[in-house]
């Protein structure tokens, strides 16, 4: 359904996002979606007088992911966000929170994951 | 000495309406880094869509913000769109970009407003706020509520204007206009605004675009970027030239909202102009099924938006890429240099929305 | 500085942009979504579709006991419920919710004598 996607392995992420600077692409923000079955799909989007282009990679949750921010500084945020929220492996992020941007220490680690199980009897009707 | 102090702004501060906070890094009273605390309004809204139907969506999404509603919900309804293969009916988008625009309007007025009132222009402020009531007011006597519209609906629009009230439209956009027109003589030429606004917080063409920077932000600096003219909604059939200033500054940013607002009027009557009679929605049938991405052109810059779909009736993920997100980075980059004195003009033209960024 | 000058003092000859609100009210919109007003319950079939489609939750239907109840307070005013009602009974008012002291939840039970009625129906 979208167009212009690129499936790349992790090893080669750095690369190709810096093929992207020297043509001239500007970063948008990258998405993180969870599979289910313990993969994480990340998307990086880019953008080119309005015409975007993605580079995606599949993940395994313990895979360490090299961050992208010392080339493109605005995933700075998307990447923390990522990493918290996802509890994605990302290192050497420019500005790294370490997992407090968003939470604070009381919260759940990786929210937005899907394989967290949550006990009802502490949190008290928790969906899923 | 070389001392360095750090001194927090924020997150209480008389010019961030909402709680925004910077942890500047000073070196006498010249800012060497910048680094932001966010997450005190994080309301895990990505986090509810996957609880609700997809229908239901529509009305969450609008209270990712207060001031962009109508944008956010657009944005997401044009995406669910595309992917069930919906055909919106001609009217409704029409009708799509006249609330579109006039939300625009209310928006870049009260970031007008607010920027007199961080450098303390107080009866400039109480004047832009004053016009921007107007539009406030047609906002609720076509749609019915003042910012959180709830108009949009997967395939269409949840109400119709009448003919009295389109032509009431005209009029009032008319009479915004010609105030407009007098706030703009002042925010143009005053020796203050300028003295505050001129040379100050500089974002040269390419630094933008290695940034990311969007929205006016982007086109202040000379990048002719406007996701409008890709054509969604109505916009395609709408004479649309994106509003382009050089100098890249404080003043070029706030120049480029300004002659936004004359656009959006522009925009509001051709639209009206041309709006077709016919059905406002069409029925949704079945379940979403697959991944999409649906970008709109909000006040404050592009915003993208990512959906997966499992063919179930609630999604699997909803990604929200909002401008300001965007913007944030470019103003740590951007702050380097400057005198703290000028951070509360530097912050305010990003026109930061924390609640979008967070969500 | 003589730009915003004109402005005030055309500001100081005309009328005052705000209204002296407790003491002069404006009349609301006739299109606006004040809040949710009631529901007609005797017209109510309970088939909870209002419940199921409203975003907030803030509707509980009851078939059983014969009651429909809102909660004023996680309501959003988004008038999904009474876009979706078959029976067109949930009622807006374009007035807004007056302020009040306490939280109380609005709840409407029909009546013993229809029940018969609509159970054969």
Known sequence: MIENVTNIPLESLLGHVQDMLFSGYRFITATSVDNGDGTIDVLYHFDKELEMKHLRITVNKQDEIPSISGIYFGAVLVENEMKELFGLNIKNIVIDYGGHMLLSDEELDAPMSRQITIVNKDKGGEPQ | MNGKTVIPFGPQHPVLPEPLQLKLVMQDEKIVEAIPAIGYVHRGLEKLTETKEFTQNVFVIERICGICSFKHALAYCQGMENLMGIEVPDRARFLRVIWGELHRMHSHLLWLGLLADAFGFESLFMQAWRDREKVMDIMEATAGSRVIISTNQIGGTRRDISPEMLAKIVDVVNDVKEDIERVEKVFCNDYTVKHRMVGIGVLSKENAKLWGAVGPMARGSGIAEDVRTLGYAAYGELDLEPVVETDGDCYARMKVRLRELYQSIDLIKQAIAKIPEGPINVPVKGNPNGEVISRVEQPRGEALYYMRANGGKTLDRLRVRTPTFANIPTLLKMLPGHHLADVPILILTIDPCISCTER | ?121
């Not at chain 3, 807006?92 to 054969?120: F, G, H, I, N, R």
């Open chain 3, 1 to 121: 500085m003589f730009d915003m000058i004109g402005n005030i003092f055309k500001n100081l000859g005309t009328k005052p942009a705000t209204r002296c609100y407790p003491f002069e009210k404006r009349e609301p919109f006739e299109a606006s979504r004040g809040r949710v007003k009631g529901i007609e319950i005797e017209k109510c079939i309970f088939c909870g579709i209002c419940s199921r489609k409203c975003p907030a939750d803030a509707i509980r239907v009851d078939r059983n006991a014969k009651s429909w109840e809102i909660d004023p307070f996680k309501c959003v005013i988004c008038g999904a419920c009474a876009e979706v009602c078959p029976k067109k009974c949930v009622i807006m008012d374009e007035a807004y919710t007056q302020p009040t002291t306490a939280k109380d939840k609005l709840t409407y039970v029909q009546a013993a004598k229809e029940e018969s009625q609509s159970q054969a129906g």
